[in-house]
């Protein structure tokens, strides 16, 4: 009989060359994917049925998506993201959210037990969302699968898209993709993650 496979923890994000996701002043306009790239993206969340987020991100997220669909000037893979996330599950890791919003709960509790139980549900892989929340994860070491894409541009300084770290964190490339647009996507999986752990 065949093991059941655990469910991974894809934190993905569009990255500057140095390592920033947000500009000093929270600007994000250097990475707005074109179409080649968003349908990328649109085929990824074939893979997910989740998206995990801290409250900043969701907040992000959802100011945006929830009705980004309805909009007439809104490009057809905006449209069909729109409504691919707004079918997603979403869940919420915050103290401070009184109450969210359609297919999303929240969590309060302690997050390593909290990702554990959900790796052990049935479905598809979940994915990461917002460097913030991505910290806690990646301290406790439950991220399974990095996706960087990285854009040709250096920021200088802003919000960096991995924190600190007392220790180091072995991974294994898994793949490269270059993009018409100059983005390179690089994938790695956690070496522990290999072998189900």
Not at 1 to 7: G, L
Not at 51 to 62: C, D, I, S, T, V
Not at 73 to 96: D, G, H, L, P
Request: hydrophobic letters at 40%; glycine letters at 10%; proline letters at 3%.
């Amino acid at each position: 009989m065949s093991q059941k496979r655990n469910r991974k923890v894809i934190y993905s994000m569009m990255v500057s060359l140095d390592g920033y996701m947000e500009a000093r002043d929270g600007a994000i306009d250097w990475s707005v994917p074109d179409e080649e790239l968003h349908q990328h993206f649109n085929d990824f969340e074939q893979e997910i049925d989740t998206h995990l987020y801290g409250r900043r991100m969701y907040e992000n997220m959802a100011g945006y998506w929830t009705n980004a669909g309805d909009r007439p000037e809104a490009a057809a893979v905006e449209k069909e993201y729109a409504r691919i996330w707004n079918q997603s599950e979403k869940i919420v890791f915050s103290t401070t959210l009184e109450r969210v919003g359609e297919n999303a709960r929240l969590i309060r509790g302690n997050l390593p037990e909290a990702i554990r139980a959900l790796k052990a549900e049935d479905g598809r892989d979940m994915d990461l969302g917002g460097a913030g929340i991505a910290a806690s994860f990646i301290e406790h070491d439950l991220v399974d699968e990095y996706r960087l894409y990285i854009h040709p541009v250096v920021l200088g300084g802003g919000k960096r898209m991995f924190p600190e770290l007392l220790t180091q964190r072995g991974l294994r490339l898994l793949e490269t993709r270059q993009f018409g647009c100059g983005v390179v996507l690089l994938r790695y999986a956690r070496k522990a993650a290999e072998t189900g752990v």
